[in-house]
């Protein structure tokens, strides 16, 4: 092919092509390396053409021809032309095959070139983003020393001037007046210092000495502290505190806004950075050389406001024979009696008189207590041509009790109302508490029901608290009294066998079986499990009381008759026989008095108690306690904390006091 020019896009270069296997391709300039994309040349008239247009002698075009033509012609200049390039097409050929094989060529494949481009925009890439970061971390160190020196509190006007010297004049930054009429002026450069002051010395007054040694102690820290000694105190050069740089007289709106900034006090919760993010730490190199970052306060533990979990009262076996419906008790108490008693005691008259009926006959143990009733008081009494109800109504009164029917099939033994108020009374004597009023609120709130409310006032006559509410609501707050008085060791007023059944003073141990000896039961007959019992608690100075709600439940009625194995060694083996068929426990509750009820009968038993806590569970213990037992008002809880002795005073079933005293005093 004929050899063609073409012209660098980049710096003008004229290049001569004579190989026709770079037509097509991207070369890189051999003057200044950009890539050149060689075309051949179009037919333009402008071009210059050798001999005539028609008859071109193809011998006649040489590279010699064409320099001497455009010698002539003046339009050739010799440095336009590359000598790298071969002359010859032998030599085009050649000269292509050394810049393939030598990398040093400045025609390189394309492929390699772009390799090159390639790597040349990742390396201004990486210095891009290399000179990002490190302005960046010039700008965080430079705001951080502004704010630094911002919040040492002082600014140019506001300098300390000893010796009588009046405050600057604010007419222009860093000028000011002294008292002695002469002018001074604080162009120092200012510096950072280590706690973001500068001392700068201020001009002298055209009068002054001027000597070495005024400068020094004006500047010298040391000297400052000895307050010039051995120098005239006239001569004590003034310096100024300078912890920011002199405001513009007139800035312009930009200024305005920064030196504004810089003027206001700094906020320490907003203006200081005293360590950085957790994800900027590993660049800490990057935002400063000598930055102080401190480590941040360990976060502080909350305080445990977590309700307390109690395990709920298991459910009852449904493996129990099922309840007998509701008997008519009113109409077994009609039927006709006639009885002769003569010292016979409470308890043995009313269970010989509902064991002729078969009524589920019960003894409210509590109520008793509360009238300080025994079963044990004798009576005496002829009852002829007289029924069974007007017979145990005989009976009841005598001893200072009822009979209530309020749940139906049973018949429940309670005291009286007066009986109660009596017993009561010295309890709510209030002459040893040293503040009544606040130990009758402890005690409301301690007996406060739901379903039995009450209201209570102070006598200011007799120091008695009076009570509106039923004998059951007197109990309680007797009870709660008595727990106050428990709690801050002072005397109790009612007596303990009749109390402590309800009231303890720590962890709630729960009722035991009863000690009991070998018997052997009397009988060929099947008789009610009631008489059974009855002969096992003779032998032991005891009367056992069953909880007939709690039994018919389990589906044990007064009716239903057994003929137990006779000999008997321990209270297990009488359970066996007697009870475990309907799920029933025997327990000793004191005072000679056994009582037969069920597992859950137990556990619902309710009682009050004293209890000391542990320091870290005093934070919202009432609330705690409240929220784990479901209540949705803790005012609700029948709790209180005694502010005399610091205990924990409530009123809860026995299964929920165990868990609570485990619970407050930190046991596992």
Same mark, same amino acid.
């Given at each position: 092919?004929?050899?063609?020019?073409?012209?660098?896009?980049?710096?003008?270069?004229?290049?001569?092509?004579?190989?026709?296997?770079?037509?097509?391709?991207?070369?890189?300039?051999?003057?200044?390396?950009?890539?050149?994309? &060689?075309?051949?040349?179009?037919?333009?008239?402008? /071009?210059?053409?050798?001999? /005539?247009?028609?008859?071109?002698?193809?011998?006649?075009?040489?590279?010699?021809?064409?320099?001497?033509?455009?010698?002539?012609?003046?339009?050739?200049?010799?440095?336009?032309?590359?000598?790298?390039?071969?002359?010859?097409?032998?030599?085009?050929?050649?000269?292509?095959?050394?810049?393939?094989?030598?990398?040093?060529?400045?025609?390189?494949?394309?492929?390699?070139?772009?390799?090159?481009?390639?790597?040349?925009?990742?390396?201004?890439?990486?210095?891009?983003?290399?000179?990002?970061?490190?302005?960046? +971390?010039?700008?965080?160190?430079?705001?951080?020393?502004?704010?630094?020196?911002? @919040?040492?509190?002082?600014?140019?006007?506001?300098?300390?001037?000893?010796?009588?010297?009046?405050?600057?004049?604010?007419?222009? =930054?860093?000028?000011?007046?002294?008292?002695?009429?002469?002018?001074q002026v604080a162009e120092a450069p200012i510096e950072n210092s280590g706690v973001g002051t500068t001392s700068v010395e201020s001009a002298q007054p055209p009068d002054s000495s001027g000597d070495?040694?005024?400068?020094?102690?004006?500047?010298?820290?040391?000297?400052?502290?000895?307050?010039?000694?051995?120098?005239?105190?006239?001569?004590?050069?003034?310096?100024?505190?300078?912890?920011?740089?002199?405001?513009?007289?007139?800035?312009?709106?930009?200024?305005?806004?920064?030196?504004?900034?810089?003027?206001?006090?700094?906020?320490?919760?907003?203006?200081?950075?005293?360590? $950085? *993010?957790?994800?900027?730490?590993?660049?800490?190199?990057?935002? +400063?050389?000598?930055?102080?970052?401190?480590?941040?306060?360990?976060?502080?533990?909350?305080?445990?406001?977590? =309700?307390?979990?109690?395990?709920?009262?298991?459910?009852?076996?449904?493996?129990? #024979?099922?309840?007998?419906?509701?008997?008519?008790?009113?109409?077994?108490?009609?039927?006709?009696?006639?009885?002769?008693?003569?010292?016979?005691?409470?308890?043995?008259?009313?269970?010989?008189?509902?064991?002729?009926?078969?009524?589920?006959?019960?003894?409210?143990?509590?109520?008793?207590?509360?009238?300080?009733?025994?079963?044990?008081?004798?009576?005496?009494?002829?009852?002829?041509?007289?029924? &069974?109800?007007? @017979?145990?109504?005989?009976?009841?009164?005598?001893?200072?009790?009822? $009979?209530?029917?309020?749940?139906?099939?049973?018949?429940?033994?309670?005291?009286?109302?007066?009986?109660?108020?009596?017993?009561? @009374?010295?309890?709510?004597?209030?002459?040893?508490?040293?503040? #009544?009023? /606040?130990?009758?609120?402890?005690?409301?709130?301690?007996?406060?029901?739901?379903?039995?409310?009450?209201?209570?006032?102070?006598?200011?006559?007799?120091?008695?608290?009076?009570?509106?509410?039923?004998?059951?609501?007197?109990?309680?707050?007797?009870?709660?009294?008595? @727990?106050?008085?428990?709690?801050?060791?002072?005397? $109790?007023?009612?007596?303990?066998?009749?109390?402590?059944?309800?009231?303890?003073?720590?962890? *709630?141990?729960?009722?035991?079986?009863?000690?009991?000896?070998?018997? &052997?039961?009397?009988?060929?007959?099947?008789?009610?499990?009631?008489?059974?019992?009855?002969?096992?608690?003779?032998?032991?100075?005891?009367?056992?009381?069953?909880?007939?709600?709690?039994?018919?439940?389990?589906? $044990?009625?007064?009716?239903?008759?057994?003929?137990?194995? *006779?000999?008997?060694?321990?209270?297990?083996?009488?359970?066996?026989?007697?009870?475990?068929?309907?799920?029933?426990?025997?327990?000793?509750?004191? +005072?000679?008095?056994?009582?037969?009820?069920?597992?859950?009968?137990?556990?619902?038993?309710?009682?009050?108690? &004293?209890?000391?806590?542990?320091?870290?569970?005093?934070?919202?213990?009432?609330?705690?306690?409240?929220?784990?037992?479901?209540?949705?008002? *803790?005012?609700?809880? #029948?709790?209180?904390?005694?502010?005399?002795?610091?205990?924990?005073?409530?009123?809860? =079933?026995?299964?929920?006091?165990?868990?609570?005293?485990?619970?407050?005093?930190?046991?596992?």
């Amino acid at each position: 092919m004929d050899a063609f020019f073409i012209n660098c896009t980049t710096c003008s270069k004229r290049l001569k092509v004579r190989d026709e296997s770079m037509i097509g391709q991207i070369f890189a300039c051999p003057s200044c390396n950009a890539m050149v994309l &060689v075309e051949p040349p179009h037919t333009d008239p402008t /071009r210059l053409t050798i001999g /005539r247009r028609d008859d071109v002698d193809s011998q006649a075009i040489t590279s010699e021809t064409i320099r001497d033509e455009l010698e002539s012609e003046g339009g050739f200049d010799g440095d336009t032309v590359d000598e790298t390039l071969p002359t010859s097409d032998e030599d085009a050929s050649a000269s292509q095959a050394d810049d393939l094989l030598n990398p040093s060529s400045p025609w390189k494949p394309s492929s390699y070139q772009g390799y090159r481009q390639f790597g040349m925009i990742a390396l201004v890439s990486l210095i891009a983003i290399v000179s990002s970061v490190a302005i960046f +971390g010039l700008f965080v160190q430079s705001s951080l020393e502004k704010q630094h020196t911002d @919040a040492s509190g002082t600014s140019v006007e506001q300098a300390s001037l000893e010796d009588g010297s009046a405050d600057p004049d604010p007419a222009g =930054p860093g000028e000011g007046s002294l008292t002695d009429g002469t002018e001074q002026v604080a162009e120092a450069p200012i510096e950072n210092s280590g706690v973001g002051t500068t001392s700068v010395e201020s001009a002298q007054p055209p009068d002054s000495s001027g000597d070495e040694e005024a400068k020094t102690a004006a500047t010298d820290p040391v000297q400052r502290e000895r307050g010039g000694e051995g120098d005239p105190p006239s001569e004590t050069p003034v310096s100024l505190e300078i912890a920011a740089p002199p405001v513009n007289a007139n800035p312009d709106a930009a200024e305005r806004i920064f030196s504004d900034a810089a003027a206001a006090p700094a906020d320490p919760a907003t203006n200081t950075m005293e360590s $950085l *993010p957790d994800a900027l730490k590993p660049f800490a190199n990057i935002f +400063g050389e000598g930055l102080q970052i401190e480590p941040a306060a360990p976060p502080r533990e909350p305080v445990q406001q977590r =309700p307390f979990q109690f395990r709920p009262l298991s459910k009852p076996s449904d493996r129990y #024979p099922e309840p007998q419906p509701p008997m008519d008790i009113a109409k077994r108490l009609e039927q006709p009696l006639s009885m002769n008693l003569q010292a016979a005691s409470l308890g043995e008259t009313l269970f010989a008189l509902a064991g002729m009926t078969s009524i589920p006959l019960t003894i409210d143990m509590q109520s008793l207590d509360s009238a300080g009733i025994g079963l044990d008081q004798e009576l005496s009494g002829r009852y002829l041509d007289t029924s &069974v109800g007007e @017979a145990i109504g005989k009976v009841l009164s005598d001893g200072g009790c009822s $009979l209530s029917l309020a749940i139906p099939g049973q018949a429940i033994v309670k005291a009286a109302e007066d009986r109660v108020t009596r017993f009561t @009374a010295p309890a709510l004597s209030l002459a040893d508490f040293k503040e #009544p009023q /606040r130990a009758a609120d402890l005690a409301t709130q301690l007996s406060q029901r739901t379903d039995d409310p009450l209201a209570t006032s102070i006598d200011p006559q007799t120091n008695t608290l009076s009570i509106d509410g039923s004998p059951a609501a007197r109990w309680r707050v007797a009870i709660a009294l008595e @727990a106050l008085r428990l709690s801050r060791q002072l005397p $109790l007023t009612l007596p303990q066998e009749r109390t402590m059944r309800w009231l303890c003073r720590g962890k *709630p141990t729960g009722w035991k079986p009863p000690e009991m000896k070998d018997v &052997v039961l009397e009988g060929d007959l099947p008789r009610p499990i009631q008489h059974w019992l009855d002969q096992v608690a003779r032998q032991h100075q005891a009367t056992v009381l069953i909880d007939w709600p709690g039994a018919w439940r389990n589906g $044990l009625t007064p009716e239903f008759t057994i003929l137990p194995w *006779p000999s008997h060694g321990s209270v297990d083996s009488l359970e066996q026989e007697l009870l475990s068929n309907f799920g029933l426990l025997l327990r000793d509750i004191g +005072g000679g008095y056994w009582i037969v009820t069920s597992e859950q009968g137990f556990a619902m038993s309710e009682r009050t108690a &004293v209890l000391d806590f542990d320091a870290n569970a005093k934070e919202r213990l009432l609330e705690r306690l409240a929220l784990g037992m479901g209540y949705a008002d *803790p005012a609700e809880l #029948p709790a209180v904390i005694d502010p005399v002795s610091n205990r924990l005073i409530i009123r809860q =079933p026995d299964y929920m006091l165990v868990q609570i005293a485990d619970a407050v005093s930190g046991a596992k």
